[in-house]
């Protein structure tokens, strides 16, 4: 006999399920249960904001879950050799090949004789790929939705410096600069404006934009309309505001249209206007969105 009858014989031969292998498909269940378990509570534990002592000690016993049933079944339930196919001629016999396709297919039966321990196995796994997304997703942050298109810039926002001060015609002189955010959102990000002196009078940077810069104040978004950074930098010399990230320039004289470095598109300009009091205020919001031009290139 060959050693692969030898093998045949050992595979084909109906073994009985033993109390020793019954116990060994429980540990096994046991196991991949466990996992499945501690990946839920993985799971919520995400949901509700993350502990990252808690997500360890769950990690571990997924895996270890996994590793354990793994190794259970491969060590106890599936048949153990050694089959070694013996090599006097190298060209296999016609009965060989079959006995060798044979021995193939039972084998696959033996592996397949367990589906419910396979199916477990698949679920434990899968589950834990599928509750990792959930650091992926976290790690994307807060959905902008439309928070890009508008700030806290609205008709009557009263114009106010960094402390909530509230602008008066007096509080530049020609030539000065400051930053100043509507009342209701001091110090937001989207809504910081740089307000300059430009002239006594009134000011007119582009046609149709008569009224808006009362006595000579101008204001312009201070989000760079490159990549975002803040434009805080107003040369009176020359009258243009300079971006620090990539150098570029924008003419305050004329609606802020950038003259040199990669900004594609000037600063939007705020309307304002001084009240029956003196105090600055918006005529009206932004007439478009501030910061880089995202809208613009899906288009
Ligand atoms: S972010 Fe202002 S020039 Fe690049």
């Known amino acids: 006999m060959t050693q692969i009858e030898h093998e045949n014989q050992a595979l084909n031969s109906e073994v009985p399920v033993s109390e020793g292998h019954r116990g060994v498909e429980t540990f096994v269940a ?55 196919q013996e090599r006097e001629t190298l060209k296999s ?38 509750v990792n997304l959930f ?35 007096d509080t530049l002189e020609i030539g000065g600069a400051l930053t100043v955010f509507p009342s209701n959102d001091v110090g937001g990000a989207m809504s910081q404006t740089m307000l300059i002196r430009v002239a006594d009078s009134d000011w007119t940077t582009k046609p149709g934009r008569e009224t808006w810069g009362p006595n000579g104040y101008l204001a312009y978004s201070k989000v760079c309309t490159h990549a975002g950074c803040p434009v805080g930098l107003y040369q009176e010399l020359t009258q243009q505001l300079l971006c620090p990230c990539h150098q570029s ?16 598109r000037p600063l939007p300009q705020l309307p304002i206007y001084f009240d029956s009091s003196g105090q600055l205020r918006a005529q009206a919001p932004y007439d478009q969105p501030v910061g880089p031009g995202f809208w613009e290139r899906g288009a």
């Open 135 to 169: 650091p992926f997703l976290r790690s994307l942050g807060p959905q902008p939705k439309k928070a890009l298109y508008s700030t806290a810039w609205t008709k009557g926002s009263l114009v106010v410096s960094p402390s909530g001060t509230p602008v008066t015609v």
């Open 249 to 264: 320039l924008f003419d305050v004289l004329s609606g802020a249209n950038p003259v040199f470095g990669p900004a594609p």
């Open 93 to 130: 016999e016609l009965l060989e090949r079959q006995a060798f396709l044979e021995s193939l297919e039972r084998g696959q039966r033996q592996l397949g004789r367990r589906p419910f321990l396979t199916k477990l196995m698949g679920g434990a796994i899968g589950l834990f790929g599928l």
């Open 30 to 84: 046991l196991s991949f249960v466990l996992s499945v378990l501690a990946t839920l509570a993985l799971g919520v534990t995400f949901v509700l904001g993350g502990q990252p002592q808690v997500e360890g000690v769950l990690l571990f016993v997924i895996l270890g879950g996994i590793g354990m049933g793994m190794v259970a079944w491969g060590k106890y339930l599936v048949p153990q050799g050694p089959y070694v």
